[in-house]
């Protein structure tokens, strides 16, 4: 506490030469007493006189007392204030947390807020800035004029003081603008704004935008008027990821239903051809050359199906990291040329031209042969299926310095400039209405080259203009090698004496396998479920069991272990729909000797017998 005061301002050193002003009010002489309030507040109270005096010890006491009354009492309304001040401020925050978690739309979520805490605040503007890739866009705005808002349309990254807090990712509160000569303030002030604070729109290192409010009737922010923004500004930022997530939430189940709605067209479309062409055997009368004909189509058809089936899993094992390439040195000259042989016949169907443009040399490099014939076969199809008839895929392998560059293109139907990236994600078409299939297989190619520390690329000129996309893969050295030729149908022609027991409780599978089977050195009986199979293994101890894992009751797992204990020489061959990694782990340990996925190809039966007769 402490004591001050003046008997005349006309001759007090303190007062005479400012004594006009207090003569203005009336003042001639005063006495003022101040107390500490708390640690960083004092109150002063002053006692003035319209004439000349001496101020008594007395007096002055008086006016100690009643400041040190008075003090408890401001302090008091002061915490009260503060409070509901806090009160208010916590209540605007709220009402903003219900706008923001109940907005779907940007402009009207800010639109709503700026109503909120435009008059608690005494603020008169606020702007909204997007991010636009090079630049920043106007997105939404608030009190100021078309004309005024056409001028700020677009800023560039370090312009103005949003593309200054957009570039830096730091806020920027700007006082007294009418005085400001700060050629960064020059756009706000012609707003006629005296004060302008703007932040960065940030969740993580990425910045949305920016988001700005400003006032022409306070020349300053208060520092918690700053942080208060501050806060709102986070909300703001949480609310815009919010939206994007559930965006991308709804355009992730709108890709999900049409690729079933597109998966059930695609299985329907070999279904039909294979059920008609088993009525036509029924009706052939045993006519040996309709069921070749019928015999060679479901077969195509088949095929069809687990191609399907197969790029699913693909995709499903790249994206789990489940993929291990068998890498060995190879000629990718041959490989393409291959691809193009089973290519050939549907690119006839449509009236259609390869030109391969094979070089002299042999271009070796270190690779998974079938995962890079899987990414050639699957560019060879695209380039069919969205070309017109009559039309020309053009086939090339390049070297480079370090690279072998495999060039497929077409004079189809092309591709708009802003698809081409977005067609190399899942479940993505150009033309979804025009052309079959899932919309992975260019997904399949970037995961399957990329894992070979290669890239893919796509160009297109446009609509009706023809597509070029370029496989790039990493050399091998130099050394010849030995291609193997494809083996063809195996039969049980070296297939030893076998007793085998078929399970399956879905009966057509079971009975179809046992069709199969039948022959003079092999014996087979068939179960429908896992119990019958245990029984049957006691009474005729099989020698080899094709055991089905899914079955309800006692499953593939339980028969096994049973099996086991009965017959521990007993071979068990899992055959299932499952074929993961962790699938096939768990069989081995289970005690199987093979591990065979659906749907199992005749070759496989007949290589797995052959090995278990060895």
């Given at each position: 506490?402490?004591?001050?005061?003046?008997?005349?301002?006309?001759?007090?050193?303190?007062?005479?030469?400012?004594?006009?002003?207090?003569?203005?009010?009336?003042?001639?002489?005063?006495?003022?007493?101040?107390?500490?309030?708390?640690?960083?507040?004092?109150?002063?109270?002053?006692?003035?006189?319209?004439?000349?005096?001496?101020?008594?010890?007395?007096?002055?006491?008086?006016?100690?007392?009643?400041?040190?009354?008075?003090?408890?009492?401001?302090?008091?309304?002061?915490?009260?204030?503060?409070?509901?001040?806090?009160?208010?401020?916590?209540?605007?925050?709220?009402?903003?947390?219900?706008?923001?978690?109940?907005?779907?739309?940007?402009?009207?979520?800010?639109?709503?807020?700026?109503?909120?805490?435009?008059?608690?605040?005494?603020?008169?503007?606020?702007?909204?800035?997007?991010?636009?890739?090079?630049?920043?866009?106007?997105?939404?705005?608030?009190?100021?004029?078309?004309?005024?808002?056409?001028?700020?349309?677009?800023?560039?990254?370090?312009?103005?003081?949003?593309?200054?807090?957009?570039?830096?990712k730091r806020p920027i509160i700007s006082d007294g603008i009418e005085r400001s000569?700060?050629?960064?303030?020059?756009?706000?002030?012609?707003?006629?704004?005296?004060?302008?604070?703007?932040?960065?729109?940030?969740?993580?290192?990425?910045?949305?935008?920016?988001?700005?409010?400003?006032?022409?009737?306070?020349?300053?922010?208060?520092?918690?008027?700053?942080?208060?923004?501050?806060?709102?500004?986070?909300?703001?930022?949480?609310?815009?990821?919010?939206?994007?997530?559930?965006?991308?939430?709804?355009?992730?189940?709108?890709?999900?239903?049409?690729?079933?709605?597109?998966?059930?067209?695609?299985?329907?479309?070999?279904?039909?051809?294979?059920?008609?062409?088993?009525?036509?055997?029924?009706?052939?009368?045993?006519?040996?050359?309709?069921?070749?004909?019928?015999?060679?189509?479901?077969?195509?058809?088949?095929?069809?199906?687990?191609?399907?089936?197969?790029?699913?899993?693909?995709?499903?094992?790249?994206?789990?990291?489940?993929?291990?390439?068998?890498?060995?040195?190879?000629?990718?000259?041959?490989?393409?040329?291959?691809?193009?042989?089973?290519?050939?016949?549907?690119?006839?169907?449509?009236?259609?031209?390869?030109?391969?443009?094979?070089?002299?040399?042999?271009?070796?490099?270190?690779?998974?042969?079938?995962?890079?014939?899987?990414?050639?076969?699957?560019?060879?199809?695209?380039?069919?299926?969205?070309?017109?008839?009559?039309?020309?895929?053009?086939?090339?392998?390049?070297?480079?310095?370090?690279?072998?560059?495999?060039?497929?293109?077409?004079?189809?139907?092309?591709?708009?400039?802003?698809?081409?990236?977005?067609?190399?994600?899942?479940?993505?078409?150009?033309?979804?209405?025009?052309?079959?299939?899932?919309?992975?297989?260019?997904?399949?190619?970037?995961?399957?080259?990329?894992?070979?520390?290669?890239?893919?690329?796509?160009?297109?000129?446009?609509?009706?203009?023809?597509?070029?996309?370029?496989?790039?893969?990493?050399?091998?050295?130099?050394?010849?090698?030995?291609?193997?030729?494809?083996?063809?149908?195996?039969?049980?022609?070296?297939?030893?004496?076998?007793?085998?027991?078929?399970?399956?409780?879905?009966?057509?599978?079971?009975?179809?396998?046992?069709?199969?089977?039948?022959?003079?050195?092999?014996?087979?009986?068939?179960?429908?479920?896992?119990?019958?199979?245990?029984?049957?293994?006691?009474?005729?101890?099989?020698?080899?069991?094709?055991?089905?894992?899914?079955?309800?009751?006692?499953?593939?797992?339980?028969?096994?272990?049973?099996?086991?204990?009965?017959?521990?020489?007993?071979?068990?061959?899992?055959?299932?729909?499952?074929?993961?990694?962790?699938?096939?782990?768990?069989?081995?340990?289970?005690?199987?000797?093979?591990?065979?996925?659906?749907?199992?190809?005749?070759?496989?039966?007949?290589?797995?017998l052959k090995e278990l007769s060895s």
């Amino acid at each position: 506490a402490g004591d001050y005061s003046v008997e005349d301002v006309l001759t007090h050193g303190q007062t005479m030469n400012r004594s006009d002003a207090y003569l203005k009010m009336g003042i001639r002489s005063y006495a003022a007493q101040t107390h500490a309030v708390g640690r960083d507040r004092v109150l002063l109270l002053s006692v003035n006189s319209g004439s000349p005096r001496v101020w008594t010890t007395r007096e002055l006491g008086i006016i100690s007392e009643v400041l040190s009354r008075l003090s408890p009492v401001v302090e008091r309304f002061r915490a009260r204030k503060e409070l509901e001040d806090q009160n208010e401020k916590m209540g605007i925050l709220w009402n903003a947390a219900r706008i923001l978690l109940k907005s779907e739309d940007p402009e009207s979520m800010l639109q709503e807020i700026f109503d909120a805490i435009s008059g608690p605040l005494g603020l008169d503007v606020y702007i909204n800035y997007m991010n636009d890739g090079d630049r920043l866009r106007l997105a939404s705005y608030r009190g100021i004029g078309q004309d005024d808002a056409d001028g700020i349309r677009s800023l560039e990254f370090g312009q103005a003081i949003c593309g200054t807090v957009a570039l830096t990712k730091r806020p920027i509160i700007s006082d007294g603008i009418e005085r400001s000569t700060d050629p960064k303030t020059q756009a706000v002030k012609c707003l006629r704004l005296k004060s302008y604070i703007c932040n960065p729109l940030m969740a993580g290192d990425e910045i949305f935008g920016t988001l700005s409010f400003g006032s022409r009737t306070k020349s300053s922010f208060s520092e918690e008027e700053a942080q208060f923004i501050g806060t709102l500004t986070h909300y703001v930022t949480a609310s815009y990821v919010r939206m994007r997530l559930m965006n991308d939430l709804r355009e992730s189940d709108r890709k999900k239903d049409q690729f079933l709605a597109t998966l059930a067209h695609e299985l329907r479309n070999p279904i039909s051809p294979i059920l008609t062409g088993l009525e036509v055997i029924r009706l052939s009368s045993g006519d040996p050359g309709k069921i070749e004909k019928v015999s060679g189509m479901v077969r195509d058809q088949t095929r069809q199906m687990v191609h399907l089936i197969d790029d699913l899993l693909e995709v499903s094992r790249i994206s789990n990291g489940k993929i291990v390439l068998r890498r060995s040195l190879n000629d990718l000259c041959a490989i393409v040329g291959d691809a193009i042989d089973i290519a050939e016949p549907a690119a006839q169907q449509k009236g259609q031209k390869i030109i391969y443009s094979r070089p002299d040399v042999d271009q070796q490099i270190d690779c998974d042969p079938h995962r890079v014939s899987q990414v050639v076969s699957n560019l060879l199809g695209n380039a069919i299926k969205y070309t017109q008839q009559g039309g020309e895929i053009r086939v090339s392998v390049e070297a480079q310095d370090d690279a072998i560059r495999l060039v497929i293109s077409d004079n189809g139907m092309g591709i708009e400039p802003s698809s081409q990236q977005r067609v190399f994600s899942m479940f993505e078409q150009e033309d979804t209405s025009r052309q079959d299939g899932l919309g992975i297989g260019l997904t399949l190619v970037r995961n399957l080259t990329q894992l070979h520390g290669g890239d893919v690329s796509l160009h297109s000129e446009g609509r009706n203009r023809g597509t070029r996309v370029t496989v790039s893969l990493p050399k091998g050295n130099s050394a010849p090698t030995q291609r193997v030729a494809p083996g063809g149908w195996e039969t049980y022609g070296d297939v030893k004496q076998r007793d085998i027991l078929v399970v399956d409780d879905e009966r057509a599978a079971a009975d179809m396998l046992k069709l199969l089977l039948e022959s003079p050195q092999l014996s087979v009986e068939v179960a429908y479920n896992g119990a019958d199979a245990v029984e049957r293994v006691r009474r005729s101890a099989p020698e080899i069991v094709f055991l089905d894992l899914g079955m309800p009751g006692m499953d593939g797992f339980e028969a096994a272990r049973v099996i086991r204990e009965l017959r521990p020489d007993t071979s068990l061959v899992a055959v299932s729909g499952w074929g993961r990694s962790e699938d096939r782990e768990r069989t081995a340990a289970s005690g199987f000797v093979r591990h065979l996925v659906k749907p199992v190809a005749p070759t496989d039966i007949w290589r797995v017998l052959k090995e278990l007769s060895s």
